[in-house]
Structure formats: C-alpha cells, structure tokens
Nanobody, 121 residues
Framework: QVQLVESGGGLVQPGGSLRLSCAAS????????MGWYRQAPGQQRELVSTITNGGSTNYADSVKGRFTISRDNAKNTVYLQMNSLKPEDTAVYYC???????????????WGRGTQVTVSS
C-alpha cells in the first residue's frame, strides 16, 4: 500500500521560509508526476507546483519566483522550498503523486493528509 507522508509545515512570519517534504512509502514501481496543492479555508484546492520524474517543473503564477519544487527519485520524495512567504500563502498543503504500484498496473493519483502552513505576524 502506498502512502504519502508530508512534513515541514508550521507557523512563520511574513517574509519567512519553510520547506515541505513528502515521502512515498510502499516501494512503488514508478512515480511520474509529484506535486503540491493547497487549500485555504473556504477556498477550493489549487495547484501550487508539480515536477515530473525527468525534472520538468510547473508553478502557479502566485508562487513563481518564491517557491521551488524538487525531488529525489531514489527516495520517492518531493520537496517544496517556500521563501518570501505571504499571509495569503496560509493553507493546508497537500502532496500529490501519480503512482504505478506494480508494473502491471496503471498510474493512480495518491494524496497525502496535508500539512498546515500559517503565515502570520
């Protein structure tokens, strides 16, 4: 069974930094795209950033130049370095991965449980 476990959220002042991590357990056969989404209170879940297993990245306009996504394919782990944080970045951040558990299966989307990021003075 594959699970995504996030860590690294917390409370930070505006202008500060946080680094989120998400590790996929269960030794899946392959993970193609990994990424981060976020959901603020009363808002829909939105894309923050994605990265392919080849290293191609995609960012929401609201985080370009401030957030950097990276991954360690050997560890099945994705990271999100968040700099120059703003109060509007406050949300629950969810890890997402497209996982092929065994070679005979197709890719399936998995989600982590989420980690709270609060930006406030």
């Amino acid at each position: 069974q594959v699970q995504l476990v996030e860590s690294g959220g917390g409370l930070v002042q505006p202008g500060g930094s946080l680094r989120l991590s998400c590790a996929a357990s269960g030794s899946p056969d392959s993970i193609n795209v990994m990424g981060w989404y976020r959901q603020a209170p009363g808002q829909q879940r939105e894309l923050v950033s994605t990265i392919t297993n080849g290293g191609s990245t995609n960012y929401a306009d609201s985080v370009k130049g401030r957030f950097t996504i990276s991954r360690d394919n050997a560890k099945n782990t994705v990271y999100l370095q968040m700099n120059s944080l703003k109060p509007e970045d406050t949300a629950v951040y969810y890890c997402n991965a497209n996982v092929r558990v065994t070679r005979s299966e197709s890719y399936t989307a998995y989600w982590g449980r989420g980690t709270q990021v609060t930006v406030s003075s």
